[in-house]
């Protein structure tokens, strides 16, 4: 899993969650493409569907904001003509007619942010899952050591699917990596992959 891009299609109105939603799943080792920041970044429309052209998912994102969103309907519709694979993620089922009827979606609980995006997360991995394996591939995170004067990369490997992720959740347990250099560990939300902390390897 290297290199798969997710293109996300939202309404302004959406954009301060959309951003939340994906902060952690920016982690990973493929790109995230965002409508709308690429729109305010200076892109022309013409890149963005580019962007889109080039997916190898579509989120789409419908809220009560973006229920009747005309560009959303056809980058979703673009996306479908195209044979991209959609996901839908709605604050109410009933936003997921048109062109996603019948699409499975994730439920978007702006109270509960933490299981919305672990399950987001468990789409995007059955998504970007070669054809025909046999189970999910292993998915990682690779970042710089926040030690001062290090630096090595430190990556967290996650070997478990979606189901032991979301029990350790749920027992308070965190993912752990470590730098192979100064020792310092890292600590992660299984369920998100967010950043919890990090604690410097005790010099004996």
Same mark, same amino acid.
């Given at each position: 899993?290297?290199?798969?891009?997710?293109?996300?299609?939202?309404?302004?109105?959406?954009?301060?969650?959309?951003?939340?939603?994906?902060?952690?799943?920016?982690?990973?080792?493929?790109?995230?493409?965002?409508? +709308?920041? &690429?729109?305010?970044?200076?892109?022309?429309?013409? !890149?963005?569907?580019?962007? =889109? *052209?080039?997916?190898?998912?579509? /989120?789409?994102?419908?809220?009560?904001?973006?229920?009747?969103?005309?560009?959303?309907?056809?980058?979703?519709?673009?996306?479908?003509?195209?044979?991209?694979?959609?996901?839908?993620?709605?604050?109410?089922?009933?936003?997921?007619?048109?062109?996603?009827?019948?699409?499975?979606?994730?439920?978007?609980?702006?109270?509960?942010?933490?299981?919305?995006?672990?399950?987001?997360?468990?789409?995007?991995?059955?998504?970007?899952?070669? +054809?025909? &394996?046999?189970?999910?591939?292993?998915?990682?995170? !690779?970042?710089?050591?926040? =030690? *001062?004067?290090?630096?090595?990369? /430190?990556?967290?490997?996650?070997?478990?699917?979606?189901?032991?992720?979301?029990?350790?959740?749920?027992?308070?347990?965190?993912?752990?990596?470590?730098?192979?250099?100064?020792?310092?560990?890292?600590?992660?939300?299984?369920?998100?992959?967010?950043?919890?902390?990090?604690?410097?390897?005790?010099?004996?």
């Amino acid at each position: 899993m290297s290199g798969e891009q997710v293109f996300v299609s939202h309404d302004p109105a959406d954009l301060s969650v959309v951003q939340e939603l994906f902060s952690t799943v920016k982690n990973f080792p493929f790109g995230v493409h965002l409508a +709308l920041e &690429a729109v305010e970044s200076g892109r022309s429309r013409e !890149r963005l569907e580019g962007r =889109l *052209a080039n997916s190898d998912v579509v /989120v789409a994102v419908l809220t009560e904001s973006s229920a009747d969103s005309k560009w959303i309907n056809q980058e979703v519709g673009y996306a479908i003509a195209k044979g991209i694979p959609v996901v839908a993620l709605y604050t109410d089922p009933s936003l997921g007619g048109g062109f996603l009827d019948g699409v499975e979606g994730v439920t978007l609980d702006r109270d509960n942010l933490t299981e919305t995006v672990f399950n987001l997360l468990s789409r995007l991995r059955a998504e970007l899952a070669p +054809l025909g &394996a046999l189970s999910v591939p292993n998915w990682y995170i !690779r970042f710089p050591c926040t =030690l *001062a004067d290090c630096g090595h990369p /430190v990556t967290l490997e996650l070997e478990e699917g979606q189901t032991k992720l979301w029990k350790l959740h749920k027992h308070g347990q965190l993912l752990e990596t470590s730098c192979d250099v100064c020792k310092t560990s890292y600590y992660f939300d299984p369920a998100t992959i967010g950043f919890v902390r990090r604690e410097e390897a005790t010099i004996k």
